[in-house]
């Protein structure tokens, strides 16, 4: 059984920085796809950001370009999500998200594609 369990949130002013942890438990971490989605309050759960298995290809949203960097240490099962310049509207409840082996290569933007999720941790950006 896999599971993931998110951790690192919490209430950080405008301008500042958090760091997102996922630990993955069970099954062989690699060569999943890994991602983070999130979810604001009254809004549909949205891509954040998505590695590939070999940490080679990384894609981000829009929003997030420049200011978040995801990463995954193998070694350690476990993916990170760095937040940096954080503002008011990155306030959301972050999921981390992990795809099945069998799919194999996915593009990973899509919350479809991913088989296992995380509780959820709030970040609460204050202006």
């Known amino acids: 059984q896999v599971r993931l369990v998110e951790s690192g949130g919490g209430l950080v002013q405008a301008g500042g920085s958090l760091r997102l942890s996922c630990a993955v438990s069970?099954?062989?971490?690699?060569?999943?796809?890994v991602g983070w989605f999130r979810q604001a309050p009254g809004k549909e759960r949205e891509f954040v950001a998505t590695?590939?298995?070999?940490?080679?290809?990384?894609y981000y949203a829009d929003s997030v370009r420049g200011r978040f960097t995801i990463s995954r240490d193998d070694a350690k099962n476990t993916v990170y999500l760095q937040m940096n310049s954080l503002k008011p509207e990155d306030t959301a409840v972050y999921y981390c998200?992990?795809?099945?082996?069998?799919?194999?290569?996915?593009?990973?933007?899509?919350?479809?594609?991913?088989?296992?999720w995380g509780q959820g941790t709030r970040v609460t950006v204050s202006s």
């Open positions: 069970g099954r062989t971490f690699s060569p999943y796809t």
């Open positions: 590695t590939s298995w070999s940490g080679g290809s990384r």
């Open positions: 998200a992990r795809s099945a082996q069998w799919r194999g290569v996915v593009d990973g933007r899509f919350s479809y594609e991913y088989d296992y």
